[in-house]
């Protein structure tokens, strides 16, 4: 397997947050599947963001970061797909501790992009958010990402626009959980937040090498279904000897992805 690109983040101090505000606004449910500007068909498949908010309860201002995504979100509809990665609280797991573990993680709040290094920000603001987007998508997506459930459970699919080495990765994550959070009171409400790896890493499972046009699946195994569950699936290339994500999908738990397009002028 090619060399994976492990993150190493500059070691800020705690303080460093000085100037975000004190008292966020409460960060609402999210909308699955918004009006997005996606199609059933097209020549092109419709690009995502995939976001990881490194994140805890006993931090004051990550609920800044959470309200951030948030706006991005609502301002490039369906673009943006978050995973809120708790460490070292009660949402915190094996599978989150992998994660912050292979960035190294030492911050917090921060924000990664595509598991993209250059990305990296400690910054909650929303226009390097939308910016890092709009840059995105001056670029067709290299490829799609959905899935189909059967009684053997969760088969993801892709399909390539462009040539190259693929991995595909699947997490399990739960919205609307109210909980005492430092920084936004008793009853914040946390989202997207990490439940399971399904697949064998969070740097995914690896397809090979797929031709433009070629469609290829991964089994990954039961899914628990839950009315507050989502799928988070996701791309990454390694065509050029470093790892990161170029596509996502997300949905509700019990149902099935289909790949979405652009709409074509």
């Given amino acids: 397997m090619k060399r ?12 460093g947050c000085v100037g975000q505000k004190d008292d966020p606004e409460p960060v609402v449910d999210p909308v699955v599947d918004p009006v997005d500007g996606s199609a059933d068909t097209g020549t092109r498949f419709f690009r995502r963001t995939l976001a990881f908010d490194f994140t805890a309860t006993w931090c004051q201002y990550c609920p800044n970061m959470a309200a951030g995504l948030e706006t991005a979100k609502s301002l490039r509809p369906g673009r943006i797909v978050n995973v809120a990665v708790h460490y070292a609280d009660e949402f915190s797991s094996k599978d989150a501790d992998d994660i912050v573990n292979s960035f190294r993680v030492s911050v917090f709040p921060t924000l ?11 910054d909650p603001s929303t226009e390097p958010m939308t910016t890092y987007v709009d840059r995105l998508l001056q670029t067709d997506a290299p490829c799609g990402i959905g899935w189909t459930l059967s009684e053997a459970g969760l088969t993801l699919k892709v ?4 040539a190259g080495d693929y991995r595909v ?3 399990l994550v739960e919205d609307g959980i109210v909980t005492s959070q430092v920084g936004a009171g008793q009853y914040y409400t946390q989202n997207a937040v ?35 569950l989502r799928i988070v699936a996701y791309i990454l290339s390694e065509s050029d000897g470093t790892l990161r994500a170029v596509n996502v999908a997300e949905g509700k738990s019990g149902e099935e992805k289909e790949y979405r397009y652009e709409i074509d002028s």
């Fill in 159 to 162: 399909k390539a626009a462009e």
């Fill in 194 to 228: 990490l439940r399971k790896v399904l697949t064998g890493s969070f740097l995914g499972d690896s397809v090979g090498h797929l031709s433009e046009g070629e469609e290829k699946t991964l089994e990954a195994g039961k899914v628990p279904e839950g009315e507050r």
């Fill in 169 to 171: 990765a699947a997490l």
């Fill in 4 to 15: 994976l690109l492990l993150i190493s983040l500059l070691l800020l101090p705690f303080g």
């Fill in 112 to 122: 990664l992009f595509d598991l993209d290094a250059s990305t990296v920000t400690f």
